[in-house]
């Protein structure tokens, strides 16, 4: 069993930057790939980040590469996201996932299916 609160979200201006924490329980987290997805209102929940269990390997979808950054560190199971230069186009509820279902996985998964494990969201919204 996994559980995984976040923290960080809030109200920023464009431009601005935030830091998004994930603190999971559990001992197979060291082990998961995570994934932060995110939903904007009317929209589906997508995979903008993930990174595999080691950290060495990590994926950024196009439109926050270069600005957003993905950790973790694996003695606090924590994974964190860094988020720089946001705009409001950034604006959605953001949610870190874990996919136990392979440990020690080294792919990083597109599809929320295969994450069994999932935050409860936090918003994040940003003003021009």
């Known amino acids: 069993q996994v559980q995984l609160v976040e923290s960080g979200g809030g109200l920023v201006q464009a431009g601005g930057s935030l830091r998004l924490s994930c603190a999971a329980s559990g001992r197979t987290f060291s082990a998961a790939t995570l994934g932060w997805f995110r939903q904007a209102p009317g929209k589906g929940r997508d995979l903008i980040t993930g990174i595999i269990w080691s950290g060495a390997v990590t994926y950024y979808e196009t439109s926050v590469k270069g600005r957003f950054t993905i950790s973790r560190d694996n003695a606090k199971n924590t994974v964190y996201l860094q988020m720089n230069s946001l705009a409001p186009e950034d604006t959605a509820v953001y949610y870190c996932?874990?996919?136990?279902?392979?440990?020690?996985?080294?792919?990083?998964?597109?599809?929320?299916?295969?994450?069994?494990?999932w935050g409860q969201g936090t918003q994040v919204t940003v003003s021009s």
């Open positions: 996932a874990a996919s136990t279902l392979t440990a020690y996985s080294t792919i990083i998964y597109q599809q929320s299916s295969n994450y069994n494990y």
